[in-house]
């Protein structure tokens, strides 16, 4: 196991986190247009980056930073890793910011079509994750767990439900983006995707809540699986007030003369924090994985 | 890693998302708008007539906001005490209002919806000045040009958002040669802004006929040049999220004037009452080149 590997994949993830909360600041202060050209800003590199333009061209700057940090990381993997999966992974995050790069040059291009910004704010999540899991496979609690591999407890699988609860969260971060790129904050949010979202975020507290409550029942010695799990709470409480307040601002921003604060930092947060509930249970599942296992015959029992 | 089960649920979901966003994609054609389809080239019999009125405002009217212009230092200098002009109320007066003859019959029993006119050779004009549009509320014809200037010391952006019309969004630095476009499907209205600085907005009228105005500072108004008949006038006025609009019956005598008189009221400006400008539907997803 490499250190340096591990605190380089860790960087890479910080990073990322820092450019989505740059993304976010560009679509909460309705920037995306700023700069109507791409690759280059008004023909050049580096623009005059006054009113919205300092947020859209930043947010650029910001990626550009993080595409170099990947392709340093892959490269790192490369030379220091010995696990050919976790190279490979490496290199699949490479193709997953070139793709995020790509599409937001489409979103440019195309004028800021719909299903294309949603698309680019989905896969930042996704991204982020995958920075994420090759912090957690580089680092020493991966490589050498602190408890032993064990079955699973009776009952449902808590591999299971993390499966489960992943998937209601990207669910529900679709849903999220989809909705924030719908309306410009002068604009009512529709109300389907609104009520849509709602909805999203009860069934996503019923689902993490029930994988929580399971780790802190079956598990809960186990500081491996019980941490990320107290991690992940702590987050959706936040989230959860950060997701009512957020709508409170944007519902009377279409009132105010331009984009502003509260709203603003306020929206920007429920994103990052999103991106925060994904990161900590992504992280809980891979531990998950890593040292619970199913014995062959349990679903044949459970399905019978 | 993942067991077989997982994978697969996760593929099955993940591909559910991306199916359900491109099938609520549809190749929506751009609606026609008010105006009906293509006709008869109107020609002028010399009975036309005018359509004037004033615009009020009753009650208290809305109190405009400062804008905080920091974000970029030239506009600040230019214009250190921007304010929002949403509700430009002078004396009981309203500026800005959009007024257009929406449908009618005329004289001769044919509909104002079965003609078609002809673009003014003369271009609208749309400046950027002192950070913000001028003017305001702008009518064009359909396929008339827009010539759009940049009288500031900062660059701008101008981005049409048409519901019927193709997006347009171009930047123009200071000193720049006029930038023209035009939009070729009846719209009302389209709302400009500029994603430099989000404050400032702008709104034009994109009319099939030449039978609009807007309304000056003293709330008065005419359109000019109307065949005899019986007409819907519409005043549309921004507000809120959607805009207000205002109906009126008016008949138009031969080479006669008609009065229409509109009032604006706080109630109006506070609720954002819904206007015919086409909504975003709530579980639709636009496709792409639609925002």
Request: net charge positive.
């Amino acid at each position: 196991m490499s250190k340096g590997v591990h605190r380089f994949a860790l960087l890479v993830a910080g990073a990322t986190f820092f450019l989505i909360i740059a993304g976010a600041n560009v679509t909460s202060r309705d920037a995306g247009l700023a700069v109507p050209d791409w690759p280059l800003a008004f023909g050049q590199f580096f623009p005059k980056m006054v009113g919205n333009v300092f947020w859209e061209h930043g947010h650029r700057l910001v990626a550009t930073s993080v595409g170099i940090l990947t392709i340093a990381l892959a490269v790192y993997l490369q030379i220091r890793e010995r696990r050919g999966w976790v190279k490979r992974l490496g290199w699949i995050a490479l193709g997953g910011v070139i793709a995020q790069g790509l599409l937001g040059g489409l979103t440019v291009k195309l004028n800021l079509p719909l299903v294309v910004s949603a698309a680019h704010a989905t896969l930042a999540q996704l991204f982020f994750l995958t920075t994420v899991s090759l912090a957690v496979f580089t680092s020493r609690k991966w490589i050498e767990p602190p408890i032993e591999v064990r079955q699973e407890a009776p009952g449902v699988p808590l591999r299971t439900l993390c499966v489960f609860a992943l998937t209601v969260i990207l669910v529900q971060l679709v849903l999220g983006a989809t909705l924030r790129h719908s309306a410009t904050w002068d604009q009512t949010l529709p109300a389907g995707l609104l009520l849509g979202h709602i909805a999203g975020a009860i069934i996503v507290t019923l689902v993490l809540g029930a994988t929580i409550a399971t780790v802190l029942t079956r598990y809960r010695a186990e500081n491996y699986l019980t941490r990320p799990a107290l991690i992940a709470a702590g987050l959706l409480l936040v989230q959860l007030v950060l997701g009512i307040t957020a709508y409170i601002a944007r519902a009377a921003s279409p009132s105010d003369p331009q984009p502003l604060n509260p709203m603003i930092w306020v929206t920007v947060a429920h994103v990052a924090c999103g991106a925060l509930v994904f990161a900590a249970t992504i992280v809980l599942t891979l531990r998950a994985f890593r040292i619970l296992k199913v014995e062959r015959g349990a679903y044949a029992l459970a399905a019978a | 890693m993942f067991s077989k089960s997982a994978r697969l649920w996760l593929g099955l979901i993940a591909a559910a998302s991306l199916l359900s966003l491109a099938s609520s994609c549809s190749n929506k054609e751009p609606e026609p708008g008010p105006g009906g389809p293509e006709g008869k080239a109107y020609t002028s019999k010399g009975d036309e007539g005018t359509i004037s009125g004033k615009i009020s405002f009753t009650g208290a009217a809305p109190e405009a906001k400062k804008i905080d212009t920091s974000a970029d230092a030239a506009c600040t200098s230019k214009s250190p005490n921007l304010m929002t002009e949403d509700w430009a109320v002078k004396d009981g007066k309203l500026a800005n209002t959009f007024i257009y003859i929406k449908e009618g019959t005329l004289a001769d029993n044919s509909k104002i919806g079965d003609y078609t006119f002809t673009a003014p050779s003369a271009a609208a004009t749309l400046d950027q000045t002192g950070c913000h549009y001028k003017p305001h509320v702008v009518g064009v014809v359909v396929n008339q040009n827009i010539s759009i200037t940049n009288s500031d010391p900062t660059t701008h952006n101008i981005h049409f958002m048409p519901a019927n019309n193709p997006d347009w969004n171009q930047s123009q630095v200071n000193g720049a040669a006029a930038l023209t476009h035009k939009m070729a499907h009846a719209e009302v209205l389209v709302p400009v802004k500029c994603n430099q600085h989000p404050w400032m907005k702008s709104y034009v009228g994109v009319m099939k006929s030449p039978f609009f105005a807007v309304s000056a500072e003293d709330g008065s108004f005419t359109i000019k040049g109307v065949p005899p008949g019986k007409y819907t006038v519409v005043a549309w006025h921004e507000g809120g999220a959607k805009g207000t609009e205002k109906t009126m019956e008016v008949t138009v005598p031969a080479k006669g004037a008609a009065t229409a008189d509109f009032a604006f009221g706080a109630s109006a400006a506070l609720s954002g009452q819904p206007s015919s400008l086409p909504m975003l539907p709530a579980l639709e997803v636009p496709m792409p080149m639609k925002h």
